[in-house]
């Protein structure tokens, strides 16, 4: 394998596998937000309990996107070395930021917010969750803005020797790209936390147990759950399509499996790219429909992949073909399953539907395929380039760096983070059966086990 | 060279965001050094990490913000450093991850398996981050062998011996390693002597006050050698003598930790360790300017503020940020630090 191929294939491991826990904690941070809200509006105690046990959910999924997400960081230097020489003076500024403004809060506030409730008061401990939720979604804004400026340069200034210089922080910042992109990708996040939330309050039902919470978690999560997989379609995800259709045609042509210039273009719902004979194998499409959504006409003209010179294709075709179907139909069905089961709950029948209860229960996987689906999307999808139409990715990588030197950091990294899998399943389930109602002291322990045995630091 | 006011401004302010991290997690860090030295029973081990719980990630923040200043500021170090350290840093990714959960998730299953098992990696993967971060600032002082591209690359280790093609672990970065493990040993002890109580208090201001030996001995070796490892560093203190400052400062945190733990004021001592650090820190970091990664084969090659900064509208519209950011990361650790150990 050359050394290319294993940068990028590090910087796809680690990238995909730290996202699972940033984009629940990024929605549960907003779950939690209303937990506590709900909690000082009613003044009801299992609100509190719920807000705690999904704290401590929350505790280890932070703890993760903490421990994977520091790599991620490092990784842009370590093994993406030209790349970063060439463009840290635009897109430092927004990694800069994310330190500065959002890191410090979030990890300020989150020791306040899972070890400070008695010490704080409802009402601080309700602003500890609150800061806990701003940071994280600053946090969220700053990534993305990088991301939207290594997919649509903008307010920046080519300089003699190669490198990017910084021409407008506004322009930067206000990125419409980042916007949309933003907006999408928070909002996924905010589907994956309540398809969680909801799939766990429906085994605590279909497994008789902890009723009350069962109950409200899977109202709360069906309720979110839809609202959020509505906007992941309309508006984020059409606008989001349709700033690719502008900005990346070439990109949209593959994701769409379209290999020719068409006039009302179909949409395609399955079938296979066939590389070698440049078209889509076996497919079943909607006519026209493509044209209509990305041009809101049904007859206008959809580029296809031999408008452009081969050398500006995405260099994996089939795989971001396979992607984006696959985020996209994971996102319509969200919809169906959410509405049905939004729909009983209103008529108030959800609890004794096992069959639906089940749904929600095996739903939860899906939402993180989808999420890793739509970034890989987005990644290949701005691929040959680095930097969309100013720097190919095949010039960014550290090439001080050898191939074996990287598969070794890889495979270190492969291991470490089965490691890291299997502890954090082990964790979850014991949070799981411990359940909403079990006391738990502040350091995080079960008090069945240690009764007495937490001093205080100070 | 013209005139490069903010370029230094920010070279300034990198610096300081390191020393913040060395005297925040540096403390942390510390606290999992002598963890299983100074606490026995398990309300004891409970007592030193309840010390650290709430704050330790905040602490580490103070790394990835400066790496993110220092992405900003200068590209051009960042890029070339990180790649050129690249199996030392990767190794600190591994030792920072499992220390991560060794804090996080230890007190989350009761098991006389489990809690040793995390006390161990607590306390290892912390000493050889002291390690790690001692011998990262010596090779930053000592200089790896950049050329004209800008970049280099440093295999783990050769034959121990400082020569122009080095290694990231020579004799010399070996030293400065050793010498941030005890400082840090210090540190944390002091640390914890001053958030606990009774019989952990106790040990770790004995922890510290045989540590502080190594300490000195260390820091003493280093004023003889760095300036010969490194002759720029001498021109700089020659040049500018106000820059005594900061070597004075470093000394009066070290005699003024011996003289408050000794006195059994531990808050005070803690104190002076923060100043020792801050004083070593900012003694290298006077001594290197205008370099931030000197060459020790080309000295023209080196990566200076004046050729490895961003561009200078980036830099004068991160002031307007990194300012008021920094004001209310100040207003966060005062809550923090007040309200919650």
Redesign the interface.
């Known amino acids: 394998m050359d050394a290319l191929t294993v940068h990028r294939l590090h910087f796809a491991f680690t990238a995909v596998f730290h996202y699972l826990f940033p984009q629940l904690t990024m929605g549960l941070a907003l779950l939690l937000v209303i937990l506590k809200t709900q909690a000082l509006r009613t003044g009801q105690e299992c609100y509190n309990h719920a807000a705690r046990f999904w704290g401590r959910i929350f505790?280890?999924n932070f703890?993760?996107g903490?421990?994977?997400g520091?790599?991620m960081?490092?990784q842009?230097?370590?093994?993406w070395?030209?790349f970063?020489?060439?463009?840290?003076?635009?897109i430092?500024?927004t990694?800069?930021?994310?330190?500065?403004?959002s890191?410090?809060?979030e990890?300020?506030?989150?020791?306040?917010f899972?070890?400070?409730e008695r010490?704080?008061g409802p009402r601080l401990h309700w602003l500890s969750a609150l800061l806990v939720f701003l940071g994280a979604w600053l946090s969220g804004f700053f990534i993305i803005a990088t991301n939207a400026w290594m997919q649509h340069p903008v307010g920046y200034?080519l300089?003699p020797d190669g490198?990017f210089?910084?021409?407008s922080?506004w322009a930067l910042l206000l990125n419409q790209w980042a916007w949309w992109q933003y907006m999408h990708t928070m909002t996924a996040s905010v589907v994956t936390a309540s398809v969680v939330m909801a799939a766990l309050g429906a085994f605590y039902l279909l497994t008789r147990q902890h009723f009350e919470y069962g109950r409200m978690f899977v109202a709360m999560g069906v309720t979110a759950g839809l609202i959020a997989s509505c906007i992941l379609i309309f508006p984020t995800g059409d606008a989001q399509g349709r700033n690719i259709a502008y900005d990346q045609p070439v990109t949209l042509a593959a994701m769409e499996g379209l290999f020719t210039n068409e006039r009302g273009a179909p949409l395609m719902l399955v079938g296979q790219p066939n590389m070698s004979e440049k078209r889509l194998d076996n497919p079943i499409y909607l006519p026209r429909v493509l044209s209509f959504l990305t041009f809101r006409r049904w007859k206008a003209e959809v580029n296809g992949l031999d408008a452009f010179p081969e050398d500006r294709w995405p260099d994996n075709v089939p795989l971001l073909y396979f992607a984006y179907h696959i985020m996209a139909g994971l996102g319509t069905i969200f919809v169906a399953v959410l509405a049905l089961a939004a729909c009983m709950l209103w008529r108030g029948r959800l609890y004794d539907t096992p069959l639906l209860l089940w749904a929600l229960m095996l739903l939860a996987p899906f939402p993180y395929i989808a999420t890793t689906a739509g970034w890989v999307t987005a990644e290949v999808g701005r691929q040959p380039w680095v930097v969309y139409g100013l720097m190919r990715t095949a010039v960014g990588s550290?090439?001080?760096?050898s191939a074996g030197?990287a598969i070794f950091?890889l495979i270190?990294f492969a291991g470490?983070y089965s490691l890291?899998a299997v502890?954090f399943l082990f964790?979850l389930y014991?949070e799981v059966q411990r359940g909403p109602e079990a006391a738990v002291d502040?350091?995080?322990?079960?008090n069945e086990?240690?009764s007495g045995?937490?001093?205080?630091?100070? | 060279m013209k005139e490069a006011h903010t370029e230094t401004l920010w070279f300034c302010l990198v610096a300081m965001m390191i020393a913040g991290y060395a005297v925040l997690d540096g403390f942390d860090l510390g606290a999992g050094v002598v963890h299983l030295f100074v606490a026995r029973t398990?309300?004891e081990r409970?007592?030193v990490?309840?010390?650290v719980?709430?704050?330790w990630?905040?602490n580490?923040?103070w790394?990835?913000?400066a790496?993110?200043?220092l992405?900003?500021?200068?590209?051009?170090v960042?890029?070339?450093?990180?790649?050129?350290f690249?199996?030392p840093?990767?190794i600190v990714?591994?030792l920072?991850?499992?220390r991560?959960?060794a804090i996080?998730?230890r007190?989350?299953?009761?098991s006389l398996v489990w809690y040793p098992l995390w006390d161990v990696v607590f306390a290892g993967a912390s000493a050889m981050l002291a390690i790690f971060f001692g011998a990262a600032i010596g090779n930053v002082v000592r200089g790896v062998p950049l050329d004209r591209s800008?970049?280099?690359?440093l295999p783990l280790w050769t034959n121990l011996r400082l020569t122009p093609a080095a290694a990231v672990l020579d004799w010399f970065t070996i030293i400065v390693g050793l010498g941030s493990l005890a400082a840090l040993t210090v540190h944390g002890a002091l640390w914890v002597a001053m958030?606990?109580t009774d019989a952990v208090a106790a040990r770790a201001r004995k922890a510290a006050e045989v540590a502080w030996w190594a300490v000195l001995v260390i820091t003493a070796l280093l004023v003889i050698i760095v300036p010969i490892v490194q002759p720029h560093l001498g021109h700089r203190f020659g040049d500018a003598p106000w820059g005594f400052v900061f070597p004075l400062a470093a000394a009066t945190g070290m005699f003024g930790m011996k003289l408050l733990n000794g006195a059994g004021r531990a808050t005070g001592a803690f104190l002076a360790s923060c100043l020792y650090i801050v004083g070593m820190l900012t003694s290298a970091a006077f001594g290197l300017y205008p370099y931030l990664l000197p060459s020790n084969t080309d000295a023209a090659a080196g990566l200076a503020v004046y050729n490895s900064a961003?561009?200078s509208?980036?830099l004068t519209?991160?002031l307007f940020?990194?300012i008021p950011?920094?004001a209310?990361?100040a207003v966060?650790?005062t809550?923090?630090y007040r309200?919650?150990?």
């Open positions: 505790g280890i703890a993760m903490v421990v994977t520091i790599p960081e490092f842009f230097g370590t093994n070395a030209f970063s020489r060439a463009s840290g003076g635009v430092g500024q990694l800069a930021m994310e330190g500065v403004f890191f410090f809060l990890s300020s506030f989150l020791g306040a899972l070890f400070g010490r704080l200034q300089l490198r210089a910084l021409a922080f550290s090439v001080e760096v030197n950091t270190g470490m890291l502890l964790l014991l502040e350091h995080g322990a079960a086990s240690e045995s937490a001093p205080a630091g100070d | 398990e309300a409970r007592s990490l309840a010390s719980g709430p704050v990630d905040g580490e923040v790394l990835l913000a790496g993110g200043i992405f900003f500021a200068f590209p051009a960042y890029a070339s450093g990180f790649q050129g690249y199996l840093l990767i990714l591994w920072l991850i499992l991560g959960i996080e998730f007190n989350k299953v009761s800008g970049f280099f690359f958030k606990t961003a561009g509208y980036g519209v991160g940020w990194f950011g920094m209310l990361v966060y650790f809550f923090v309200r919650m150990v």
